[in-house]
């Protein structure tokens, strides 16, 4: 078993977080998403979209998450969304970005998933 990859959180995602996930559910899907390693990366499908294509996916119930993981989205995508946790010294990483209801998960525009600020805890 490989170590888990650090995660990152954008203000959307914390906030997506609070408002559509159950507080008693919370935990549970933080410690998911906290102990993905680079193993469990290939079960994670890349979203079909061409405006989505930096993007994974992780489902959660009724709820997909949407996530970047950093060294993939440098070398393969250019760097297409404008993160501000992009260093390429630290490319072992997950960002988290979105959560959704599984229906409503392709319904955004470029710009909605272009810009990205991060949340410190």
């Known amino acids: 078993m490989t170590d888990a990859l650090p995660i990152r959180r954008t203000l959307t995602f914390q906030n997506d977080l609070k408002s559509l996930i159950p507080k008693n559910e919370r935990k549970n899907l933080l ?5 993905i390693s680079k193993d469990d990366l290939s079960r994670f499908h890349l979203l079909k979209s061409k405006m989505l294509k930096p993007f994974r996916s992780y489902h959660k119930g009724q709820n997909r998450l949407f996530f970047i993981y950093c060294h993939q989205c440098y070398h393969e995508y250019n760097k297409k969304p404008n993160c501000e946790g992009c260093d390429e ?12 209801h599984r229906s409503n998960a392709y319904r955004y525009n470029k710009a909605s998933l272009t810009d990205f600020k991060l949340w410190d805890p």
Do not use: G, T
């Open 31 to 35: 410690f998911d998403i906290e102990h």
């Open 89 to 100: 010294n630290d490319l072992e990483k997950l960002v988290f970005c979105m959560i959704d």
